[in-house]
């Protein structure tokens, strides 16, 4: 069966740094688009960072540009989520995603997500 299991959330202090990691199996990895997505308190879930099928179009919100690296891993079936000068507005439950390519972006119907990984940025 599908699964996205995320690992890595936790604490940390402002200016500090987090690796978010995600192992996906049950699914073909290649043919998925791989991004994590943040949901704060009170908030929508919005995207953070996507990593396309190959590394043409890795995007990142603006908020993170410049201080978090997404990565992707095909022979290990994993993404990670390196954040670095954590903020206390990065503070949220992170969940890893993954896109069948094939679909369009705004069609979610087919996507796998994984149980989410909480991370708190405060003093």
């Known amino acids: 069966q599908v699964q996205l299991v995320e690992s890595g959330g936790g604490q940390a202090k402002p200016g500090g740094s987090l690796t978010l990691s995600c192992s996906a199996s049950g699914f073909t990895f290649s043919m998925y688009e791989m991004s994590w997505y943040r949901q704060a308190p009170g908030s929508e879930r919005k995207l953070v960072a996507r990593?396309?099928?190959?590394?043409?179009?890795?995007d990142y919100d603006d908020s993170v540009k410049g201080r978090f690296t997404i990565a992707r891993d095909g022979a290990k079936n994993t993404v990670t989520l390196q954040m670095n000068n954590l903020k206390p507005e990065d503070t949220g439950v992170y969940y890893c995603?993954?896109?069948?390519?094939?679909?369009?972006?705004?069609?979610?119907?087919?996507?796998?997500w994984g149980q989410g990984t909480h991370v708190t940025v405060s003093v």
């Open positions: 990593f396309p099928t190959d590394d043409e179009g890795i």
């Open positions: 995603n993954a896109h069948p390519y094939y679909y369009a972006r705004r069609n979610k119907d087919n996507d796998y």
